[in-house]
């Protein structure tokens, strides 16, 4: 018996363990790497709250991570979309 069975009270094989823990991966993101393009302004928020805004420079799909470069200041920030829910903006968004 695994610990998580253990922790669920049950035993078996550990599948239903394994089922669980993807449905219990994080569903905040907003757009998956493949919806996000190089130039395409995007707002990154965390827990509903918007901590960056700017323009996707570098999407790496395998990773989990995009680059933008943050309005304002031109900073670049590196995004891990298993923490951040990162939306495209509209251009009427601003």
């Known amino acids: ?6 922790a669920e009270g049950g ?7 394994a089922e669980r823990q993807a449905d219990d991966a994080p569903s905040n993101i907003g757009a998956t790497g493949e919806q996000l393009l190089p130039g395409q302004r995007v707002q990154a928020q965390m827990h509903g709250v918007v901590h960056w805004m ?4 570098t999407v790496a799909i395998p990773l989990g991570m995009v680059w933008i470069r943050e309005d304002g200041l031109g900073e670049r920030k590196l995004l891990d979309l298993r923490e951040y829910q990162v939306h495209p903006q509209d251009s009427a968004d601003g």
């Open 11 to 17: 035993e078996g094989t550990g599948d239903a363990v």
């Open 1 to 6: 018996m695994s610990w998580h069975e253990a």
């Open 54 to 57: 700017g323009t996707v420079e």
